[in-house]
């Protein structure tokens, strides 16, 4: 019923996470109210990413270059934080805390969803870590069974290095009401509790 | 601190309506995973939009033909219904309900948002009404006082003419529970009150 140029953009729109039918036709109308150069932008937006943004060989993380900005910065600090993807790393480096370098696996062990530990890319950070020498590697994944399980993994290979393995905390977030936080994550804040001063 | 080619991506969302920076990232992280000829398709899509899509020079819609395929079916009704925007013409035209010509209006009267009657494209629809022997014409407008406005300002210069001119019945939304019905559209309900049977 719509053109069929219309219908195009909408089933594009659709193949978005969370984007169905009625939001797909209203951003369709919208792309149809932009100015044209604005529309060009977005087209070759789209068509660069695919084009320019690859793998970095080293890291796993995205570039436009040959290695990526991180890991070509010999001034960071010797520590490795192991992510879960690609976003992130670029979430740590927004926050501006963290000084080390990355890791990005490809997701987590999860046998559930036929994930096994040969699909996670984990020779590539074996590789890495016996061949650069880091003083710590961080586990930065989500507090989930899939993300204990790979931790877990990583640190058997590495027991027979002396290498200081850590991963983030968990515990209560910052500002959360008691009240409302599960039981999971309570009896772990109780479990980890930590010494004041 | 993102490559270029995803700081483009991520504007280009955000050009979207209601698209902020947090989502503008995960869409933009989701077409990092798309295939590539899907990625290309998207494009493509909204390149061709602005090349082949273009307004109906009879009824101000869209079309990628000379004139659009409601416009050169000549088996429709002969009544017409005036729309504010190219959406409400696939709207009803999904609904199928209607089988009449349309004439889309560039938006309402507004005086407050310093639309006249002479911004909305009026003069062309005075001359499609004047050429074409319409039985009925009908304002299909949201309920609003630009709504109004415009209903009543067409209405009085067509006032010399004998075309039946009506507009959508308003009232109760169908379901509706009449406790959470706003009083304005309950008064509009009570005045507009039908015979039954």
Redesign the interface.
Known sequence: ??????N??I??FK???GIGEKTA????????D?E?E?????????????E??HRCPNCNS???NDICDICVDTTREKSLCVVED??SV?LF??MGVFKGYYHVLDGLISPIDGINPEDIGLEKLMDRIKKDKYQEIIFAFKPSIEGETTSLYIKKILSDTDIKITQLASGLPMGADIEYIDSLTLERALSDRKEIG
């Open positions: 019923m719509y053109p069929s140029s219309i195009d953009l089933e594009s193949m978005l996470p036709e209203r951003l369709c109308f919208s792309i149809l932009m044209d604005n529309v060009e932008f977005f087209s070759e937006s789209l068509k660069q990413i695919k320019k943004i995205i570039t436009e690609i976003k670029f480096e927004k």
